[in-house]
T-cell receptor, first 110, second 111 residues
Framework: GQQVMQIPQYQHVQEGEDFTTYCNSS?????IQWYKQRPGGHPVFLIQ?????EVKKQKRLTFQFGEAKKNSSLHITATQTTDVGTYFC??????????FGKGTLLTVNP | NAGVTQTPKFQVLKTGQSMTLQCAQD?????MYWYRQDPGMGLRLIYY???????DKGEVPNGYNVSRLNKREFSLRLESAAPSQTSVYFC??????????FGPGTRLTVL
């Protein structure tokens, strides 16, 4: 079945440093979605990428979808303590189900 | 507009006990999902319901049953709880833009 690998599993940064998490799918995706989960909370939708090579920005967050639609990345510029949480990617294949990566836990030292 | 609600928020069971986790949505979404989340394992799909009256197995269905009672409600039942089912359970719906809207979760401990 479809597998989505996400790295790194953990990332600790100093406030102001950049952060990147990567997702790779074993199959071509129809779209990829990113979610953020604060400690003790539930996943909250951030963004959806649909087109090959697509790049989207949300303030300090930059999301990319690979040309082959099998990989994606989330980059945060100049992290803040409010960025703390686990970031998940979810890849959708042809069956309308999302397969999630295991997530990257980001901690930020003020 | 409450979105997705889940009850209970917390539950402690003894091995062998049964219980039903409830999920309800008021967004008129067709598809609903049950996930479990374990440390280091991400979100794993247990069951989903593409529309009222249909249910399908996900990645980890063993030990669980589901009921799509109507368009609003999708329940998850543990017939004989086991310690391996200790987890956080999330219900989610599929929005009109094909993204997922999650409920607040149920934290279940099986002793």
């Amino acid at each position: 079945g479809q597998q989505v690998m996400q790295i790194p599993q953990y990332q600790h940064v100093q406030e102001g440093e950049d952060f990147t998490t990567y997702c790779n799918s074993s199959t071509t995706l129809s779209n990829i979605q990113w979610y953020k989960q604060r400690p003790g909370g539930h996943p909250v939708f951030l963004i959806q990428l649909v087109k090959s090579g697509e790049v989207k920005k949300q303030k300090r967050l930059t999301f990319q979808f690979g040309e082959a639609k099998k990989n994606s990345s989330l980059h945060i510029t100049a992290t803040q303590t409010t960025d703390v949480g686990t970031y998940f990617c979810g890849g959708e294949g042809s069956n309308y189900k999302l397969t999630f990566g295991k997530g990257t836990l980001l901690t930020v030292n003020p | 507009n409450a979105g997705v609600t889940q009850t209970p928020k917390f539950q402690v069971l003894k091995t062998g006990q049964s219980m039903t986790l409830q999920c309800a949505q008021d967004m008129n979404h067709n598809s609903m999902y049950w996930y479990r989340q374990d440390p280091g394992m991400g979100l794993r799909l247990i069951y989903y319901s593409a529309s009222e009256g249909t249910t399908d197995k996900g990645e980890v269905p063993n030990g669980y049953n589901v009921s799509r009672l109507n368009k609003r409600e999708f329940s998850l039942r543990l017939e004989s709880a086991a310690p391996s089912q200790t987890s956080v359970y999330f219900c989610a719906t599929r929005t009109y833009t094909d993204t997922q809207y999650f409920g607040p979760g149920t934290r279940l401990t099986v002793l």
